[in-house]
């Protein structure tokens, strides 16, 4: 079984700022990555597919990298649209399982 | 644009039965994975389930396995979770969601989740 971490849990900055986000894995892991955000009393949205590549719509300020057991999630200038939950997601094994991280909160600092 | 509307959420007692329904459009849905994932109050999302394009490949959550069933009619563009022996932290608001591969990649679609109470 594979377990994501992802640091830290709570993220508090301005608007503006930039946003790092970390999701680790247990053991190495495929490319197979995702990351979603979650804005209050809303479904979660694809930010980023393959650990790097942006999903349609989303803007260039999302990006993301990471191979192995480390994959990151940067938000170049946070806009006030940006605080909400993030979560990354992981398929492993087959058939496939998945797994979510348990979540990091950007919040207004 | 993808839709993706569920239905069938209910509030009922432990031990009982309740079937999730997921009607979609817009998309090929016989192309596509699907998934079941379930947030309960509060909390971070749990993958719940997932079935591949033509339900040869079905996979379960270990919380899940053994009481909960997935399914799909590709003729109906719908996919199914029947729950089986219902617990109380089966308690969450469950997606449907669509992969963006037919065996199971990546999520990248979400309808707006659907209910379930689980409570004496």
């Known amino acids: 079984e594979i377990v994501l971490t992802q640091s830290p849990a709570t993220l508090s900055l301005s608007p503006g700022e930039s946003a790092t986000l970390s999701c680790r894995a247990s053991q190495r892991v495929s490319s197979y990555l995702a990351w979603y955000q979650q804005r209050p009393g809303q479904a979660p949205r694809l930010l980023i597919y393959d650990a790097s590549n942006r999903a349609a719509g989303i803007p260039a300020r999302f990006s993301g990298s990471g191979s192995g057991t480390d994959f990151t999630l940067t938000i170049s200038s946070l806009e006030p649209e940006d605080f909400a939950v993030y979560y990354c997601?992981?398929?492993?094994?087959?058939?496939?399982?998945?797994?979510f991280g348990p979540g990091t909160r950007v919040d207004i600092k | 644009e993808v839709h993706l509307v569920e239905s069938g959420g209910d509030m009922v007692q432990p031990g009982r039965s309740l079937r999730l329904s997921c009607q979609a459009s817009?998309?090929?849905?016989?192309?596509?994975?699907m998934h079941w994932v379930r947030q309960a109050p509060g909390k971070g999302l749990e993958w719940v389930s997932g079935?591949?394009?033509?339900?040869?490949?079905?996979s379960y959550a270990d919380s899940v396995r053994g009481r909960f069933t997935i399914s799909r009619d590709n003729a109906k563009n719908s996919l199914y979770l029947q729950m089986n022996s219902l617990r109380v932290e089966d308690t969450a608001l469950y997606y449907c969601?669509?992969?963006?591969?037919?065996?199971?990649?990546?999520?990248?679609?979400w309808g707006q989740g659907i209910l379930v109470t689980v409570s004496s």
């Open positions: 817009e998309f090929i849905f016989d192309d596509y994975a």
């Open positions: 079935i591949s394009w033509n339900s040869d490949l079905i």
């Open positions: 969601a669509k992969d963006n591969d037919g065996t199971g990649s990546q999520i990248d679609n």
């Open positions: 997601l992981q398929r492993y094994d087959w058939p496939p399982i998945f797994t």
